[in-house]
């Protein structure tokens, strides 16, 4: 029996999923998937993802792969599976890949923005999909803050409780803020983030904007590493998947690059 190994890109709209990773009672984005892919594949299928979301957290450019001793042309990984799929998740593409390929452990960068409705009245159409924060916020000063966050950090100020990552020593490449009328952008890449990372530093950030604290207060936090001193942890209706980068030699898609100047909201 020859295995295959093959890797997909998925979006999905976490608002209606208990989070990514499949647990007792179902109802997360990984069970869906698993379920869908074994009605094509006729045998269970397990898939390890680049990036475990929480509940709530939206995703447009996850990254899984799974094995399979199913004979199936690429589309039936596609259009197949999406048959099988909810309405608020989707299979974009479908790729062999080599067999030391892994989805998590192979990549070497993760992107995610958070969208925050920055407005009196709270948000409709953007309900489940986005922030909010009612007072006026100074995008210069949070992107003047988000500046400090880049480079290698002990990020132990952003990190959750439960976090179970190794170190808290992580490589931030890139931090941005911008706004788009009401909508405020936060733009991330990391080499990997730890547990609600992003949804703090987008917490703190909001402090800033807000006048609350200073952009230099950010510096103060990450020498600090105390999580009791920065913000609370913000809202993941905002929190969005938008990229996994990996190697060429992968021969994966490349996904357009979200953070390009004028580059859609999503």
Not at 51 to 60: E, N
Not at 91 to 112: I, K, L
Request: aromatic letters at 10%; proline letters at 6%.
């Amino acid at each position: 029996m020859t295995f295959m190994k093959v890797a997909l890109g998925v979006e999905y709209d976490g608002a209606a999923f208990r989070g990514w990773q499949t647990q007792p009672g179902k109802g997360t984005v990984q069970d869906e998937l698993e379920a869908a892919l074994a009605r094509i594949a006729g045998h269970p299928v397990p898939v390890v993802c680049a990036g475990r979301t929480d509940a709530g957290v939206h995703a447009t450019g996850q990254v899984v792969h799974f094995e399979t001793l199913a004979n199936r042309p690429l589309s039936a990984w596609v259009r197949g599976v999406n048959t099988f799929l909810p309405p608020s998740v989707a299979v974009r593409w479908a790729s062999p890949v080599e067999e030391d390929f892994h989805a998590r452990f192979s990549a070497f960068g993760r992107c995610y923005r958070y969208l925050l409705i920055n407005r009196a009245q709270r948000p409709g159409v953007w309900h489940g999909r986005a922030g909010w924060y009612h007072h006026a916020l100074d995008e210069t000063r949070m992107q003047e803050g988000a500046r400090l966050l880049v480079g290698e950090h002990d990020f132990s100020a952003f990190r959750a409780a439960d976090c179970q990552a190794r170190s808290p020593v992580k490589l931030l490449r890139h931090a941005e803020v911008r706004r788009h009328g009401d909508v405020l952008v936060f733009d991330f890449e990391a080499s990997a983030f730890l547990h609600h990372m992003v949804r703090n530093m987008v917490g703190s950030l909001v402090y800033v904007g807000q006048g609350k604290q200073p952009p230099s207060w950010i510096r103060d936090l990450l020498a600090a590493g105390d999580r009791k001193m920065a913000a609370p942890t913000f809202s993941a209706a905002g929190l969005y998947l938008v990229g996994v980068r990996y190697e060429d030699r992968w021969g994966l898609p490349v996904p357009a690059n979200p953070f390009l100047p004028g580059a859609m909201i999503l």
